[in-house]
Nanobody, 123 residues
Framework: VQLQAWGGVVQAGGSLRLSCAASGRTFSSFVMGWFRQAPGKEREFVARISWSGGGTYYADSAKGRFTISRDNAKNTVILQMNSLKPEDTAVYYC??????????????????WGKGTQLTVSS
């Protein structure tokens, strides 16, 4: 599975949608999610979505502002981010794994990672 994501630059209070497209093996057989890493900080979990899209889970920092969704027909996972803050500035990584194991909280051990895309929120 190859993952590719696209980010951007947005002003504080604005919105941005991160997209991640997957190619290769059956997309619907993977739990999909997002992590981020800010300068000088460790990579942290943001959100994940179950194989069919029926179950989602968010980090406290994302609850109420971010929404993760997926389109299995298009092999795409989306992170809709609203009310963005400068502290959301980070490199965002798309990730995929067949299971909902501890790797989703540890930030490592997942099968596939995208290269990362920069999100900059200006104040």
């Amino acid at each position: 599975v190859q993952l590719q994501a696209w980010g951007g630059v947005v002003q504080a209070g604005g919105s941005l949608r991160l997209s991640c497209a997957a190619s290769g093996r059956t997309f619907s057989s993977f739990v999909m999610g997002w992590f981020r890493q800010a300068p000088g900080k460790e990579r942290e979990f943001v959100a994940r979505i179950s194989w069919s899209g029926g179950g989602t889970y968010y980090a406290d920092s994302a609850k109420g502002r971010f929404t993760i969704s997926r389109d299995n027909a298009k092999n795409t996972v989306i992170l809709q981010m609203n009310s963005l803050k400068p502290e959301d500035t980070a490199v965002y990584y798309c990730a995929a794994d067949p299971s909902m194991g501890s790797g989703w909280f540890l930030g490592y051990g997942l099968d596939y990672w995208g290269k990362g895309t920069q999100l900059t929120v200006s104040s």
